[in-house]
Structures are given as C-alpha cells and as structure tokens.
C-alpha cells in the first residue's frame, strides 16, 4: 500500500520509495499526573511495544522536558527510529516541539504523530482509570497505524512579488501604501472616488485632540499623491484579481474622468459651466458644477466631469468648459480603460459607509431640514464647508439656539440597524458639542441623549469630563420620537429620561442623529474578488480575533481600517501600520514556505470531471474539463483543507500528511476499540478538535466513548469514511467541525453539510438508524458542547445491537462500492491486460492497511 | 311563571329534578324586596333552600355583568327583584334593574344558555307571600331545567374577583414594599414571559416608555420598568401591580423597540401571572363582554352569533370555497344603549361588498366569539377553549379561504391560533379590503363618490392597532378612499405610528384612555378632516361613545368629525363594472 501510494503522488519530484521498513519510537508521556493520575502510563507503553514496528517504546515523567527530547533523540539514533509517536498533550500545543526533536536527530518531522490522551483522555476521564487507560491504548494505536504511512515531506516555496495593491483610499489605504512605499515597495493604490482621503477628509475636527482632520490628513495624501513608489488609481475600481499569496493579477478599470493629467485645477472651466449638482463631498448641502473638484485638498488636483450631470460629449451640445480650458486638458472623447498590474500582496482598506437614518421613521431624517446626521453636521461646522463653518439650521438659514444630539441613531439595535456598537459616536458627538460651545458659547444650549457614553479610549473620558463642565447635559434615555412644531420648524422630542424614569417633552431647533457606521455596501464585491469572510455584521473576517488580527483567512491578504470594523482614526491607521508590516514580511523575505498537507492529483486516475476545483474555496485547482487535461494544484494557492480530496470519486486527488490510506488506517484501528459505547469522532483541526482540547482543559467529564481523527477541516471527511467506520462496525459516527459561518478555509464545511445529508437520506433509504451518524458544530470555544454530544452520542451507541451492526454491514456491502476498489479497477484498466496485477491492487485495497 | 319541560339544549326533562339541588343567587332592593323576604321569614312562610339573598340599595344598581357572573361561576338560576313600577324609592332606579336583567337575558340566550334561569319579580315590603311563591316557582324552573351546564367546568379564579370589585380609581393598589412573593407557577410564568418576549434585551433606552401611549397620561404604568423589574426578580411586585391593566396592547412600544423586545405580550403574561395569583381586574362595562365571551368559550353552550345576516338580503353559499368570519361580537348594543351605532353593520356591510365582488360566503354559522379580549387580559384557559372550538369549527365548513371585516378578529384566527392551538389553521386569511384592491386592480369594480359626499371635507383614516402594525395593512385601506376622489389627509400620527383609540381587549375606560382617545379626535381635526374611516368597530363605537359623553362643552371641535366604519363607506360607495 505505502509503495503504491507513494510511487504515485511523489513521483514528479524523483523521492524514492520508502523502502526502508518503518521503524517506530513510542514514547507516552506522565505529565506529572496529569496524565498518569488516571491512564495507566506503564501499560498503557507496554501494549505499545506490542504493535508491529514498534522497536521501543517506554514511558517518561515530563516528554516535553529538556531530558525528555533529549531522550527521543538517543533512541532515534540508538534504536535507528524512522517514525516518532508522542503520546502526551495535544498536538495544538507540542506538536512544533516534537517536529523539532525529531529533526534534529535526522529524521523528517512529517513523519512524526501525536495521541492525545491528556485533552482527550485523561482529563476527561478522571474517575475511569480502567476505561480511560483502554482509551488511551486505542489512541495510541491509531496514532501508530497513521505514523506508519506517513510520507517524508519537503515544504515547498513559491516567489512573493515585491508590489503591493491598496484597495481603498482612505486614511488607513493611504497609511498602508505609505508604510510599504517607504519600505522600498512598490504600491498600487485603487479609489473608487475621485480623490483619495475618504471619511476622515469630510471630518471637521478629530477627538480626543481636537485637530483639524483635513490639516493632518493633506500632507499624508499629497506625500502619497507624490511618493515614487506610490501609483494612484483615482475614479477606479478593482475588476477582477486572479492568483495566489504572492503571485496576484489584479485588472482595474479607470473610469474616464474627461479631463488629462494636464489640468493644473485653475477652476476656469468651472467658471464656465452652467450645470449644477448636489456637492457630494458637502453630502448635498452644497451643489458643484457638472465639471467639479470634490474639494480644495484633493488629490490628484485633477478636474473630472460628471456625465449625469454635464449636457454631453458631443461639443456641439455645450462644449463650456473646454472652450475655458487654456491647457486643453478637457477631453470629451475620454474612454474608460483597463489596466492589469502584478501584485504579491493586497491590503483590503475599503472603509465603511454611513447609517441612512431615513429608516427610522419617527426621527424624520431627510423630511424636517433641522434633523440632520453628524456627517453633515461636520460639513456645517467645517470652515470649508457650505455655510464656511458657521453652524445654521437648514430650514432658515440661523443659528439655532438649542441643539440636541441623538445618539446610537442605525447602532446598538435589532430592528432598523445594526446589533453592534459603532464605536466613534459617543466620542464624535462629545467633541462636536464641544465645537458647539468653542464657536457659540454658552448660549447656545447642547442635550445630549444617549443610553450608554463609550469614553473607554486614551483621553477619552477627559474630553467627556469636559463637555460635562461646559455645560452640556447628557441625558440617559432614547427619544422615541420627533415631531416638527408646524409654526417654527422646531423640533419636540418626547423622551423617557431613564435616570429618572421620567417623561419629557422638548423643543430643539436642531438635532443631529448620531449615526453608525456600516459595512460598505460595495463589501460583498470585494468578499468575492478575493474570497474573503464576511462576519454576520458585515465586516471583514480577520485569521484569528486575537493573534492574526489583519489577516484575511485568504494568504497574501491583509484588512485594516473600518472595512474589517468600526474604528477610529488612530486605530486605523495603527491596524494600516500593521497590516503593511504583515504585507512588508511577506514581500520582504521574497519567497514564502507552504506547509507539506497541500493535494496532490494523481494524473493516471484524474478523468477531468471538475469537482475537485468546483468545491475548492481557493480557486488552488485548475482544470480544463472540455480539453480534458488532468486537474493541477497551484501549490501555493492551495490551503490544505482537503474538500478536494474527499470529493473526488476516483482517489484521483489527495492532500498529503491526509491520505485517505492514513486516515482509513486510522479508522480501522478505532473501530477495532473494544469500548461498546464507541463514538467514532472527526474532528477539525481548528474549531472542533481545540473544543474537545477545551473540554479537557477544563476538565469536562464524560464516558470514553470517543475515538478522535483529526483532519485539518471537516471538508477533509469523505463519504468513504464513514460509511468504512460503519462498514467496521462502529455503533455511531460523529462528524463536527467549524460553525458555517467560521469556516477555517472560507466555506468547506458546507460541503461537509451536503455529505452527511447525503448520507442521511441513504440511510432513510437503506434503513439504518440516522441517529448513528451525528454532525455537530462545535467551535473553539464549546468545549461544554463537545461534552453534550459525545455523552448522548455514546447512549445512542449503547443502543445499537451487535445484529443491527452485522444489518449495518451487510447493508453497505451492499449498497456501496468504496473508492479504493474504484482506483484499483482503473489501475488494472490503465495497467492495461495484466490481470495479475489488478487484483494485486484490488486485494491490497481490500485489506487496507 | 311557568313550568319549564326543556333544558338548555331543549330536551325534555322533570320537574322535580331527581337530586339536583338547584343553588339561585336573588338579588333584591333594600326597602320593598329585601323587607319582603323578612316578611316572609317572620310570617314563617315556606320556601325552598336555594336561594342565596345580595341586598342592593335599588335594583338599578344593577348590571348585566353581575347577572352573566353569577351564571358563569356556577350558579344555576338568578332572580332579581326590586320595587313595583312607581314605587321605586329612588324615583326610577328599577327602569334600570330591568333593562339589566332584559340585557342579561338577550345576551345569555345569544351565548346559548336557556334565558329562563334569569327572573324578574317586582315584590313590595308586604308581599311576604309573593316572595316565597316566587322562590319557589323560579326553584321548580330550575329543577326543571336542570344545573347550569358550565358548573361543571372550573371557573378561573380572577373571576371571583370580578364580582366584587370594579375597578375605577387610577391608584396602585398596594404598597409595594407590601407585595408578597409570587407562587412557585407565578415565577415559573415569569421566566417563560422573559424568554419568549426576550425582555432581557433590553437595554434600557425608554424609547418604549417614550412612546408609550398612556404613560403621557397615566405615569404609574410605566412599560420599561416593568422590564427592569422582571430583570431584578421583583417577581411579587408584579403579580400585585395594578398598572398592568392600564396596558392598551396596542403595540407602540414594539413598534419603538431597538431590540425587539415583545412588550405587549410581556404585559399579557404579567397578567396571566397576576390572575394565577388572584389578581385580576374586571373589565370595563363590569367585565360584560370578557364574561359573555367566557360564557361561549363553553363546549355545553351552543351559542348564535349570526343575527346580522338576517337582515339585508345577504347571498350566502355553503358550498362556496370562502367562508365569511364576522367576528360580530353581539354584545355591544346591550351594553351602551346611548351610542347611536349598529354593529351589525360592519359584517353586514363585508357580505354586501363580497356579493357585488361575485363571492357568496359560507355563513360560519358555529362561529363563537374569537377571544381577542380574553387572550389579552390573560385569561388563557377561556381563550384556548374558544382557540381549538372556533378553528375546527372553521375547517368543517370545507372553506379554503376565510375572509374577515374585524381586524381583531382576523388577527385572532391567523397569528394566534396556531400558536395556541398548536396546528396551522389550515385556510387562507384575507381581510375584506384585500380583496376590493385586488378587485380594482382588475378593474372589475370602482368606487364612486356619494351625491351628498359633495362638499362634505377630507377625509382622515385612522390605523387601528390590530389593522395597521399586527395585520400590516396601511395602503389597502388609503388606496381605496382615494379611488373615491374623496380627499384624504394625515393625522400627525399615522400608519405604524398611529395612536390607539384608547380601548384596550375592554380593559379599562378610565381618564387616560378617554384622554387619548379625545387626543386622537383632535388630531383628525387639525389635519382637517371632517370625516374620520376607521376598519374597527371597537374604535367606532368608542370614538362615537367619546363625542357623545365628553365632547360637546369641552372640545367643540371633535364633534364635528364624523366617525365612518371601513366596510360601510366601502359597501356604499362600490359600483360594478
């Protein structure tokens, strides 16, 4: 089996065979009593040194001690070892340990397996020493079938780029680009408005300081629009981006601005032009001309003629502007072009977009012209703004005398908005009431309403403290609604003020909704561009919450600013900064290592159907099913979650260090388990087997009825595998994995979905008890779940007969031919008229192992 | 007084009555009935042992309810007596005792009960004789008729709290430090409520509070502190909190609500709590209408609710595949004889609309009251029984699709039932309306004006709570007074906002109710309306109740509204084409 095995996939790289018999180290681990308090780690070693090829084994007080490698070590060289077993903790935790002893004394580290009877055994079995001590016999020889075929393995490295693209131009894309561009890279930045800048532009002042947002926001934008490494796309979108870490090609459609790179933004044509528009920039409290600048900053100080609003291409229809133009910058007959750019990295910085406060319809956003939302409440106080800073209520053009402030207007809320916190309104209503009482004083009077004020940031709670000692009152309680005085245009806010638990009725002159922020509403094009994860809030998903915090789970991708969630300024342009360094290391070191578990496609078997690339969530999989040419692996590309693997019907594909021989060895070995409540279990790596890590870490207690296989993710499972556990007499199966949503590898575990309810409805049909195959989500942190299922899991089992398990047998002997008898018919059909040699292959498959 | 050979369900049956031993609650007047039952004692005259004596000042003081509660709580007969015609001592208060007691009889015979176990007998302070004859014919009668068929039933306790107290003072009736702890069911009642209305969402914003209706004229219900009072485990303060039956149900708070908090059903559970712990409140009109429909609610009745099809030349069909739900509660001209408003019409009016649209409903001749107000003043029992009667009812009239005038109603049936029943009612809900802008869609039929319309001033529509944010039907209703030509404006308040009309399941009439229904009047006529369309009776009749009590010295202005029911206007103004 190992040599056919082998022969097959590695071939192209010339390893030879292992022909050398495996030669396998045991070593079980005490960890103090830890273990030894309720496994009996004496016999649990002794039964290992039992198992065929195994030439020592023994067991130690602590095996991840300085002695303890030190002792692996002596007996790999001593005993000649090829295959390490460690049987301690969780492979989570030590497995980078052992890989390192056992390559240190020589050997491959890819042939090296761990059995966790710490996690998964002791711990959870502390009052069973007699059931726990079998378990952990069980895991050891499953742990031993699986090292046995484990293959030598070299990790591959794939070139990295040196050009990064920034999509978003806002203050973190420009930060990021900034960042990488003084690192020495090349940047491409794509902004889908005119200028770069984005939100923080249209800010008045920023919080906690106080600055002025476009003073310290210009200099970063010029020194970006000028940098030498630095290439602007404005009025651009990303079209497509194709590729892998390190190795992406990104097209970009530049949208015709009708005006050259000539333009000096005099303003003459402006001037000229009699058509006008709402002034987006000023959030359509201004109006612009068809030939406009969004604002006096901008960058590129670039014109652009907007053609809904312009007359026309045809110079005949007005032609104002470029009859005004004395650098004849102004092109009508301007097309849109595409252009197409190499990248090795791409940081995602596509920013947020602003709650629409229309729906909420006792507020009366967008109908009463004193109700106004915070942006615009900055364009007004804003010295470049549309009334030059002077703060006046839109329906009479006055300063109103009293102000009020709405807060969590689109956030904190089920129903018209969004559940989450937008983190930025408290602090910005503070700093705007304090701009309030900056320009007008005190007779100006500012309510603030709110249910909670976030202060929780550096010099955050100083500010509100100021605000609170200039006068203005915050009042605890949410308005339940507005209705406009018909004489005045003022507005009654009727309120319960829960501090007092009592009603009130007010009159403003003005009041500013305090809106959210949102998920942009282009994010669901940009998840697609690069098969991203998107959170039920709709921001980006980052690798890991806590230790891979601006990577995308997709490799070579980087998120920062408030496309990955609400955030301030510093906070973006801090993520920004560490998002370059991530993209920086990458492209630094020019070349990045994949790890060995990638798939691998046997060509002989591969009849080009399509399915391994259709399920792949990478794209990693190339296959030309009408040339049919065999399926090819992008190395780099390829994640290792093994969906392919467990969907091709040939064994045409398989994803090394998990194959399905050494998966099915191991399958064998635990239903060969005499536990009569046996809960045979996969598990992936990231959600589910560090849940069941958690149940033992915290100590959960529950029957040792559970067998562990742990692929890297729930797509790994086949429908061969279970039905093989079954077909070995397993009383239940239970197949677990990441919540849909949480998906290590974007959205496998929907295919995992689709396989166990495609066994189900079999087994309706077949007439085994659905019960006995079980699927269970289970995350990182539901260790109390992990409990709950393997408890009812194992009563189920106790109910299963050993005539209902002989029905079951003979049911999918049956019914079900198994890929391995299909791959060896196809060898024999290949091997052409030797039939010697098929049915070789064909007993070998039969006997597994 | 006769001697009665037929039982409730008109069987035949003894007089004598074998070992029933009928128990008959007689209320009497002070000065000639009650003197005339001691007459009777002194002169040491014989009567049977059945009757139990409530001495009254007068028997006007009353009620129809106090008749229908005594009937419901078991008892198999009721005599009320009272002074002769002419002598009453307070010149003309036995009129009204006999207007109660012909209103009681109407409505126990509408629930299907044998008017003949309700008698009224005039006796004077010297007619001792006449007394005991009395009692002892009326016993007969009884024996004859035989017990009453709910006694066997087990009657919610809150009732018994309904016969004597009435609720009319705006005061919390306790201290609540005083409040003793809530039963073991009580907190057990507590934990559903919070979990199913997911009341421990709140995060406090008091934009419930805010909105709130009545609490902006009656602060002591206070909607959020409830909320916060379940979260602390105030379990006992709330089972004795009277300002829940201040709520109107009318749905703001939910409409307001961030989190989605199901505020009027937490109100609802609190008041199942406070009937489980003996705190119930009786109803307006002294808990009539909760006691007829409880009255219905019993399997032995076998009540007629149809009387509004007599009239009219309606077309009905009992093959027809629609099967018209009238919702017609019966009640409701007994009650306030002095509202000039017949609730006949409204069903009446559906049919008529139905016809001219070519469909002949299947008369829901079985049809009990749905429940509606039973289900929102926490009588569960009562309403679980009305629930599965009615909705099998339904579907044993082989309807695939039930069409409803009452938007309480058609709540009722299509978004409770299947809760409370469990199974899926199994037909089609569609409210008349539905079907005449779908008629007009199809250009089948138009709406033309009146002559008198002419001149008449716009019109405004008010959104009833069960119409408008449970039923979600805003532009059905706008759509076709618009296609009148009639001119429609506004109230401030409108659509999912709209304000209740203050009648809340007939809870409670009190200040802040009658308040906010003159509000709702004030408004309409600031938006300029002259006339005033709603698709609620229950908003009809008591928009029509407020002008004619309050309106005319205090507020000129609110008269001059008139008040239109949906289906009327619709029914009149309907032409085929």
């Not at chain 1, 693209?165 to 973190?172: R, T, Y």
């Not at chain 2, 009648?503 to 009439?509: D, K, L, M, N, S």
Request: aromatic share 6%; proline share 4%; hydrophobic share 35%.
């Amino acid at each position: 089996m190992t040599e056919e095995e082998n022969g097959t996939s590695e071939g192209e790289e010339g390893k030879a065979p292992t022909e050398e018999a495996p030669r396998i180290g045991v070593f079980v681990c005490d960890c103090g009593l830890n273990i030894a308090g309720s496994v009996d780690t004496q016999s649990v070693a002794d039964y290992a040194g039992t198992l065929p090829d195994v030439v020592w084994a023994g067991r130690q007080k602590y095996t991840c001690s300085d002695p303890g490698q030190m002792l692996i070590e002596d007996m790999i060289e001593e005993h000649d070892l090829n295959r390490v077993v460690v049987a301690s903790c969780s492979p989570r935790l030590h497995e980078p340990t052992f890989r390192g002893t056992v390559e240190r004394a020589g050997m491959n580290k890819y042939q090296f397996e761990m059995a966790n009877i710490r996690e998964h055994c002791s711990w959870i079995h502390l009052y069973d020493k007699e059931g726990g001590t079998d378990k952990a016999k069980d895991l050891v020889r499953m742990a031993v079938a699986k090292v046995r075929l484990l293959e030598p393995q070299e990790e591959t490295k794939v070139r990295v780029e040196t050009t990064a693209l920034v999509i978003g131009g806002g203050v973190a894309g420009i930060q990021a680009a900034l960042d990488l561009a003084d690192s020495g890279f090349k940047v491409h930045v794509v902004e889908k408005e005119p200028s770069i800048g984005g939100k923080m532009a249209q800010i008045d002042k920023t919080f906690p300081t106080m600055d002025c947002s476009i003073c310290i926001l210009a200099p970063k934008m010029s020194e970006a629009g000028n940098h030498p490494n630095i290439t602007l796309h404005t009025y651009s979108e990303v079209q497509s981006i194709d590729g892998y870490i390190g190795n992406f090609t990104a097209k970009i459609l530049h949208k015709a601005r009708y005006v050259t790179t000539d333009c000096t933004s005099c303003g003459d044509c402006a001037d000229a032009c009699e058509q006008l528009a709402p002034n987006e920039f000023d959030i359509g409290l201004a109006t612009r001309k068809a030939i406009y600048i969004p604002f006096a900053q901008a960058v590129p100080s670039q014109y652009i003629i907007d053609m809904n609003t312009c007359l026309g291409t045809e110079p005949i229809a007005c032609g104002k502007c470029k009859d005004a133009c004395e650098r004849e910058a102004v092109d009508l007959e301007m097309n849109d072009e595409v252009v197409e750019i190499d990248v090795g990295t791409v940081i995602v910085a596509t920013g947020v977009d602003v709650y629409d406060a229309t729906a909420i319809p006792e507020y009366h956003y967008g109908e009463y012209p004193d109700v106004i939302t915070t942006m615009e409440f900055e364009r007004l106080v804003n010295a470049g703004g549309p009334t030059s800073g002077h703060l006046v209520r839109p329906s009479n053009m006055k300063t109103p005398k009293t102000v009020a402030f709405i807060q969590c207007v689109g956030s904190r809320s089920l129903k018209n908005g969004h559940p989450y916190c937008s983190n930025v309104c408290c602090m910005n209503t503070i700093k705007d009431s304090l701009l309030i009482r900056e320009h007008y004083g005190r007779d100006l009077k500012i309510d603030v309403y709110y249910m909670d004020i976030r202060a929780f940031g550096k010099g955050f709670e100083d500010l509100y403290n100021r605000s609170k000692a200039e006068g203005v009152r915050f009042i605890r309680g949410i308005p339940a609604s507005i209705t406009e005085v018909p004489d005045n245009h003022d507005l009654r806010i009727v309120v319960e003020d829960t501090s007092l638990g009592r009603v009130l009725t007010r009159d403003y002159e003005m009041v500013v909704l305090s809106v959210g922020m949102e998920a942009a509403h282009d994010a669901e094009k940009v998840q697609h561009l690069l098969t991203l994860s998107r959170t039920s809030d709709g921001f980006f998903l980052e690798a890991h919450p806590k230790l891979k915090p601006v990577d995308a789970p997709t490799q070579g991708v980087f998120l920062c600013g408030c496309a990955e969630g609400p955030k301030d300024i510093k906070d973006s342009v801090t993520q920004a900064s560490a998002a370059a360094a991530r993209a920086g290391i990458l492209m630094g070191a020019g070349e990045v290592t994949v790890e060995a578990i990638t798939a691998v496609v046997d060509e002989d078997l591969c009849t080009s159907c399509g399915l391994c690339a259709k399920v792949c969530p990478y794209h990693a999989i190339e296959v030309d099913t009408k040339a049919k040419t065999p399926a090819h692996v992008i190395e780099a590309a390829c994640a290792g979650c093994g969906t392919c693997a467990a969907e091709c019907a040939f064994g045409a594909i398989h994803q090394r260090h998990f194959t399905d021989q050494q998966i099915e060895g191991q399958i064998d070995q635990a239903t060969a388990s005499k536990a009569e409540d046996l809960v045979l279990t996969f598990a992936c790596n990231w959600c589910s087997y560090a849940g069941a890590d958690f149940a033992g870490v915290s100590r959960m207690q529950m029957p040792p009825a559970a067998r562990v296989i742990r692929t890297m993710c729930s797509g790994r499972i086949s429908v061969d595998f279970v039905l093989r556990a079954f077909a070995n007499g397993a009383p239940t199966v239970l197949v677990s994995g990441c919540h849909l949503t949480d998906c290590h590898y974007i959205n496998a575990n929907q295919q995992t979905l689709k396989r166990v309810e495609k066994l189900w409805k079999r087994f309706d049909k077949w007439g085994i008890r659905k019960e006995r195959l079980a699927l269970a989500w289970v995350s990182a942190a539901e260790g109390a779940k992990f409990q709950e299922t393997i408890t009812k899991m194992s009563e189920i089992a106790k109910t299963v007969t050993a005539k209902e398990i002989k029905e079951t047998k003979d049911i999918i002997a049956r019914n079900y031919k198994f890929k391995a008898e299909k791959m060896a018919r196809a060898r024999a059909k290949k091997a052409g008229a030797d039939p010697g040699a098929a049915n070789k292959a064909k007993a070998k498959a039969k006997n597994g192992t | 007084m006769t001697g009665n050979t037929r039982n409730d369900a008109g069987e035949a049956i003894a007089e004598d009555g074998g070992d029933f031993k009928p128990l008959i609650v007689a209320f009497t007047c002070n000065w000639c009935s009650y003197a005339g039952a001691d007459f009777a004692g002194i002169s040491r005259m014989q009567y049977p042992a059945s009757i139990r004596v409530v001495r009254l000042m007068c028997s006007g003081r009353m009620h129809p309810g106090f008749i229908l509660g005594a009937l419901e709580m078991g008892a198999d007969g009721v005599m009320v007596s009272g002074c002769h015609p002419g002598d009453c001592h307070y010149t003309f208060g036995n009129k009204s005792g006999q207007e109660a007691v012909e209103t009681a009889i109407e409505m126990a015979e509408m629930a299907g009960l044998n008017g003949d176990r309700i008698h009224l007998q005039w006796v004077s302070a010297s007619e001792g004789a006449l007394f005991a004859r009395t009692v002892d014919e009326f016993t007969r009668t009884i024996n004859g008729l035989g017990p009453n068929p709910l006694g066997r039933e087990p009657v919610d306790p809150s009732v018994v709290e309904m016969a004597c107290s009435i609720h009319e003072d705006m005061t919390v009736a306790f201290e609540p430090s005083q409040a003793p702890e809530a039963t073991r069911e009580g907190l057990e009642v507590l934990r559903e409520a919070f979990d199913s209305t997911h009341a421990y969402r709140c995060i406090e914003c008091g934009k419930c509070t805010g909105i709130c209706p009545v609490n902006a004229r009656y602060p002591a219900f206070h909607p959020r502190k409830l909320v916060i009072k379940g979260m602390y485990g105030l379990d006992g303060e709330l089972a004795y909190d009277h300002t829940i039956w201040a709520c109107l149900e009318c749905g703001l708070c939910r409409e307001a609500c961030r989190v989605d908090v199901d505020l009027p059903e937490f109100v609802r559970r609190l008041r199942s709590l406070a009937r489980s712990e003996g705190q119930g409140e009786v109803g307006t009109h002294g808990g009539l209408i909760h006691t007829f429909d409880r009255l219905c609610s019993h399997s032995h009745n076998e009540p007629d609710l149809t009387s509004w099809s007599k009239e009219g030349r309606l077309r009905f069909d009992p093959r027809s595949d629609t099967v018209f739900v009238s919702g017609y509660a019966g009640a409701l001209e007994q009650i306030i004889p002095d509202v000039e408003y017949d609730t006949k019409a409204s069903p009446r009016d559906a049919v008529r609309i139905l016809n001219m649209l070519g469909v002949r409903p299947v008369l829901f001749e079985t049809e009990r009251p749905s429940g509606h107000d039973l289900y929102y003043t926490g009588d569960n029992n009562a309403f679980g029984r009305l629930a599965s009667m009615n909705a099998e009812a339904l579907r044993a009239t082989g309807a695939k699709r039930a069409v409803f005038v009452c938007p309480e109603t058609m709540h009722t049936y299509r978004d409770l039932y299947p809760v409370v029943t469990g199974e899926p009612l199994g037909l089609e809900c569609v409210h008349v309306i539905e079907l005449v802008t779908e008629a007009l869609a199809e250009e089948k039929v138009a709406l033309r004006m009146l002559p008198n319309d002419q001149g008449l001033g716009a019109i405004t529509y008010h959104d009833s709570c069960r119409m408008g944010r449970m039923l979600g039907l805003y532009d059905e209703p706008r759509q076709v007074i618009e296609e009148t030509g009639d001119e429609l404006v506004e109230m401030v308040h409108n659509r999912g906002y709209a304000d209740c009309c203050g009648v809340g399941a007939w809870q409670r009439c009190d200040p802040a109710s009658r308040q906010l229904r003159l509000a709702r009047l004030v408004e309409a006529h600031e938006a300029g309306a002259n006339r005033l369309v709603t698709p609620c009776s229950r908003c009809t009749f008591h928009f029509k109740c407020q002008q004619c009590h309050d309106g005319a010295e205090e507020t000129p202005s609110t008269e001059d509204v008139e008040i239109i029911d949906l289906a009327t206007y619709v029914a009149e103004r309907l032409v085929k084409l």
